[in-house]
């Protein structure tokens, strides 16, 4: 029988790794997308089944092309249409089967020459306190602190917002260089009142009695929002004096 040398059981293994990403590999390639994405937004969607990699003997998560993919999916019908995880398992895995699974839309509007599509009244993702504190990846005494500053506010049912984990894990990584929970108090403050001006605009539409123009309202928030955002850093960065990417 011919020897097999050492070095064909490493080739082999490294073929059949080609292709396959680190969740580092992964977060990079989805951050000039989604530049909040963190890894524990990943894990967070590997273990409410949306996405599940391999794992090399020692436990390290490999992802597939497939994968990345369907994380770009999942990441873009969070932010895009705040469907729920549920909603989206179901509305991929039917992809996968090859079905034609449409994303709720009530109608459509016509505003100056564009059409706008009006999504149903969006319903937002929400996680648990335990499933908040294992994405983020902190404490209970970390997440009562930083409620304590506002940073973070649990919905009238004791869940989050699914955006709570993007916050969380935004507030953690401040913590590394320094930056306290009560330090970031100012933020708030500004973003609680660039929200506040968003929701005076958009407020005679939400009053409006057609459906779809209360519908409209949503789009509108989420336009305003984005600029609302887009300025913000703007203006940090020439305070700055600095440029971002």
Known sequence: MPHTPSGGARSGTAARDSGL????????ALREEFPEVT???IRFLEA??????????SGYRKFSPGDLERL????????????????IREH???MERGEAVPLPVVGRQRTGDDVLEVQE????????RSELLAAADIGEAELAEWESYGLLVPLADGTYDVEAVTVASLVAELGRFGIEPRHLRVMKAAADREAGLVEQVVAPLKRHRNPQTRALAEARTKEL?????KLHAALVKTALGVRLP
């Open 21 to 28: 990403l680190s969740i580092g590999a992964v977060l990079n």
């Open 92 to 94: 991929l895995d039917a």
């Open 225 to 229: 929002a984005a600029l609302t955002m």
């Open 121 to 128: 009244g969006p319903t937002v993702a929400r996680v648990g």
């Open 72 to 87: 770009g999916h999942v990441l873009r019908m969070q932010r895009d249409h705040y469907l729920p995880l549920k909603v």
């Open 48 to 57: 409410e089944g949306l996405i599940e990699p391999q794992r090399t003997p």
């Open 39 to 41: 890894i524990s937004k």
